[in-house]
């Protein structure tokens, strides 16, 4: 979305205040290691690190782009999907959105519970305090719950622990009211920045399907969408390019 370089750019990373490993400031260190010029912090559903990421892309000679990424869900006839969007150019001291991000985060504890009851029921004790322990002062995210899964051995992986525990469909997965992608884009929109649709590829829609979910989300105010990510591989890197054009939505990468 921005006239830089090819891979001087990531706008979409998380830090400590969500479910990433690093801190602000290790995250902005890092990028500038890797060359990245323009730096998006858009943690999920919290912009707590944006202040200490400022500081640091300061220091680092890095533009940083106020970010956020917000849960939705996408309507199909009577099927809900959840959908991620990331806010880009966001104002971080609007109240609405600091209230909505609140209404999120209570969400998220919820979920967390939830979930933990879930494990539990099926012979997994203890998963809310060791996520907990894990997120430490930060709202629990389902990464969390995968570390803690696998710190006990109950499985090997990440993508092992959503398959069989986590994602949807598993015995741990708790379904969650986040608003409807028409609020989120609006959401971001009057906080003064651009909505984008987070890695089009990890949602497992089909064809048609994703057609459908970008024509809708382009209706709706978005403005941008994800074209090369860390989990998109090269024909899905294309198809989301054609998808973009198609759909008169700018390209971003994260």
Not at 84 to 113: C, F, M, W, Y
Not at 143 to 163: E, G, N, W
Not at 192 to 208: D, E, I, S, T
Not at 232 to 253: C, F, R
């Amino acid at each position: 979305m921005y006239n830089t370089p090819m891979f001087s750019y990531d706008l979409h990373n998380h830090s400590h205040f969500s479910d990433g490993e690093l801190s602000p400031t290790e995250l902005l260190a890092y990028a500038h290691q890797h060359g990245v010029k323009v730096f998006a912090l858009t943690d999920h559903d919290t912009v707590a690190g944006l202040a200490q990421a400022q500081q640091a892309a300061i220091q680092y000679n890095i533009q940083l782009i106020n970010g956020v990424e917000l849960s939705a869900r996408w309507r199909e006839h009577d099927i809900y999907h959840d959908i991620h969007i990331v806010g880009l150019n966001i104002d971080p001291k609007d109240a609405q959105l600091l209230e909505r991000l609140q209404s999120q985060l209570k969400k998220r504890t919820s979920r967390a519970k939830q979930i933990a009851t879930r494990l539990a029921q099926i012979g997994i004790p203890g998963a809310y305090e060791g996520a907990q322990a894990l997120a430490g002062k930060q709202c629990i995210t389902r990464p969390h719950f995968a570390k803690y899964l696998i710190q006990q051995q109950v499985t090997k992986d990440f993508s092992t622990a959503f398959r069989q525990f986590l994602g949807k469909g598993a015995p741990g997965y708790v379904p969650t009211n986040w608003p409807d992608i028409a609020e989120a884009i609006q959401w971001i929109r009057q906080a003064g920045g651009q909505a984008v649709l987070a890695h089009p590829k990890r949602y497992k829609l089909k064809n048609q399907q994703l057609r459908q979910l970008c024509k809708c989300f382009k209706q709706q105010g978005g403005e941008g969408i994800e074209v090369v990510t860390a989990t998109h591989k090269i024909g899905e890197v294309t198809h989301v390019a054609q998808l973009a054009h198609n759909h008169q939505l700018l390209g971003s990468q994260g």
